[in-house]
């Protein structure tokens, strides 16, 4: 045996190759290779994984706890119409939804490091800029600007943390990153409320010190992309994808408001179709488009991008139907309608860890079948089970427990399929997954919205056609995730 098989290497930093003499050893991004040829990840990986989640978290979290914030944003603002204090919400859901994309191709393009850190640092200002807006416009302003780096960051952040670890370990980092996610979603509404306590202002400031610390280490311990050739942007690819998914979120949120026949409805439906359809075009001819439509090859992506978006039209409304059910039939205070929806991120948390066991024993696809017809049996208990007499524990956290544990079943092996794509990809197919994500959740609670009707207090057969609805694409969910196939040891063969 000579001296270079005798002697072990030094473990790299994680996202770094070690060196070669000969030049003949493929890259290790996360570690070293063992003596028998495995892969001897760096141990470190799990701390690239907890600064990553913390964007994934800041910019969820936000999205919810704001929302019980509302009449105390009236009652500054000298009485603020709710319309125009609901876009302090709907602001921050457009941007983040119609920027995904952009932001996850330019971090691919440049760096990964770079953007997380300067998304991270905008989040930062942005959140002290809302909490001393001295009126609604400035904090609608800081809000888009927040949005903005919360486009950056969550993809980004997905991105830097898959490739730190083996493929192997793929379904127990989406699994961590999912119960992330879910804590942020449901301690969202449940702190917002605690934090109104000391003023709305603090819904704000509370992400300040969580992105110093995120910045702090993510500069010490983020691994860099190797630097590309330089390509030429696809500036009006770009531009057209932002502007249709303006639209298009737009006209979702705020179809309601504006009336369903109101010119501001029809004119964004327009601008989506028009804008949508010139993207398509523009993107099948560029050479570099923004979205290439050789992404959507791939099929675990292809099929993932297609559940992720049946499965959101029903779990984000899963959530304001359960807060409009509360307060509207059962008469609970807000934050107690906040904290009744615990069960649900809870359930998610305490299985979400036990997703890659899942996943390696039963596979990606039937981990995300099973994912939605448990939401589907969910929502399907609160439909026949749904009465005008309080039953918390009879009537809604069986159904909550259910949701819950299909957010963790589905979600890690369909967000995982963003690892199947090329390296240089990365955080473009996250992007476009996490848009999915949002449009569809924009358009199911708009679909809720339509159901509910408008009367201040929905009746129970209202909520019930809404949970009805939940439980069909639940279903259409679980179907499409038959032909989601993924194989964590050997991407290449799930490519064909």
Known sequence: MNARTKTRRAPAPAGTQAP????????DPVGTQALDGTQAPDARRWLVLAVASAAQFLAILDLFAVSVAFPALRRTFDGAPLPQVSWVLNAYTIVLAALLVPAGRLADDTSRKKSFLAGMALFGAASVACAVAPTLPALVAARVVQAAAGAVLVPTSLGLAL??????EHPTVMGIWTAVAAFGGGCGPVLGGLLLMAGWRWIFLINVPVTAAAILAGRRLLPDTPRRARQRLDLLGSALVLGAATALTALLVQASDWGYASARTAACAVAAAVLGT??????????????????FRHRPFAVAVSGVFLYYLVFAATLVAATLFFTGVWHYPVVRAGVGIAPIPLSCMVMSPFSGRIVGRIGGRASAVLGGLALAAGCGWWAVLASPEPSYLVMFVPGALLAGASTALLQPPLFGSAASLPADRLSLGSAVLMMARQISSALGIAVLTVVLGDAARPPVAGFRHGWLFMVAAALL???VSRYFRTDYNNPEKCRK
Request: positive net charge.
């Open 20 to 27: 070669d003499p000969d030049g003949t050893q493929a890259p």
């Open 477 to 479: 969910s679980a179907l």
């Open 163 to 168: 490739p730190a670890f083996p493929k192997r």
């Open 278 to 295: 010139l993207a398509v075009a523009h993107m099948r001819r560029h050479p570099n488009p923004v979205i290439g439509p050789d992404l």
